[in-house]
Nanobody, 119 residues
Framework: QVQLVESGGGLVQPGGSQGLSCAASGFAFNIYIMGWYRQAPGKQRELVAR????????NYADSVKGRFTISRDNAKNMVYLQMNSLKPEDTAVYYC????????????WGQGTQVTVSS
């Protein structure tokens, strides 16, 4: 049974930093591209960062490029998202998932973790 458990969200001031973690289980984690998605209120869920199976290549949405960093630890089945210089528009529920070639998600969603950027 696939499980994706996100953690690390919270309330952070604009310009601040936050680190998210995702624990994955129930599938061959180390062969999949993994990604972080987010869904803001009233908006569609979007892919903001992805990382190849071996961790050697990453890709970011323009809105977060230069501010967010995705990484993974295949020995622990973990994927991380370090978010710096946070903006109010980064407020969303953040989710991790394996990523299809078209950018869509492969598995059912976990509960996500809420990130709120506000003063």
């Amino acid at each position: 049974q696939v499980q994706l458990v996100e953690s690390g969200g919270g309330l952070v001031q604009p310009g601040g930093s936050q680190g998210l973690s995702c624990a994955a289980s129930g599938f061959a984690f180390n062969i999949y591209i993994m990604g972080w998605y987010r869904q803001a209120p009233g908006k569609q869920r979007e892919l903001v960062a992805r990382i190849t199976s071996g961790g050697g290549s990453t890709n970011y949405a323009d809105s977060v490029k230069g501010r967010f960093t995705i990484s993974r630890d295949n020995a622990k089945n973990m994927v991380y998202l370090q978010m710096n210089s946070l903006k109010p528009e980064d407020t969303a529920v953040y989710y991790c998932n394996a990523v299809r070639s078209n950018g869509g998600s492969l598995y059912s969603w976990g509960q996500g973790t809420q990130v709120t950027v506000s003063s």
